[in-house]
């Protein structure tokens, strides 16, 4: 028989573990630079963020006077240019964030499912020195579909040595509940992340506002894979 793989724990990045938004509006700005619009506030990304770089200048234009997809064309590449240059300049982990995944490295297979570019995933993970810590790292351009695509959350936890059956996923935003549950992942909200909409409209096993609550949500969320105590079944 095939030993059973440790639990999985995927997460989302933006606004889940990191609170990027500092960054991702610097770069917005840079694209509304570009186009001689006012600048954003930073707490006015956290709300364009979740679906990809050009979700987010889709945003940004829409609040500045409106645009186009030629407009987009144009600013996704001024976006990431900048973005890649200042990936981890105002970028900081949420509190306890560091504290939660060394409590789990030793009982799960940690992982990541963003829709960022893989590529500046795998920079702001090891600008933060996070690396070793994650078995795999999928981003919006590692298949050929992204969240809400269940596939892209269930190859995470495949590629780094998991079972989607003894998983649970953790996310800031709709994108992240909706793939959870296609893909009938236990899904856990972290409210203070980049949330879309009102929390109540999610599919949610469980809800945390910090991250020492993180344990003992993934008891409720998902109990036949972790005992009371915590640890791995
Ligand atoms: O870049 C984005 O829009 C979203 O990234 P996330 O999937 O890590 O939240
Ligand atoms: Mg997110």
Known sequence: MPETPRPSVCFDLDGTLVDTAPDLAAAMNAVLDH???????TDRVRDMVGHGARR???????????????????????????YARNICV????????????????????????????????????QALGWAPRFAAILGA????????????????????????????????????????????IPFILFRPGYLDCPAEELETAAVIDRFDELRPALHVAAPSIWSTSGAPT
């Open 35 to 41: 186009f001689g619009r006012p600048h954003v506030e």
């Open 56 to 82: 987010t200048i889709e945003k940004g234009l829409a609040l500045t006077g409106g645009g186009s997809e030629r407009m987009l064309d144009e600013g996704v590449p001024v976006f990431l240019d900048h």
């Open 90 to 125: 105002g970028s900081r982990p949420w509190p306890g964030v560091e504290a939660a995944l060394d409590a789990l490295a030793e009982d799960a297979l940690l992982s990541v499912c963003t829709n960022k570019p893989a590529a500046l995933a795998r920079d702001l993970i």
């Open 141 to 184: 351009d590692s298949l050929d579909v992204k969240k809400p695509d269940p596939r892209h959350l269930t190859e995470t936890i495949v590629g780094a040595g998991g079972d989607p059956r003894r998983a649970v996923y953790v996310g800031d935003s709709s994108v992240d509940s909706r793939a959870a549950a296609a893909a009938r």
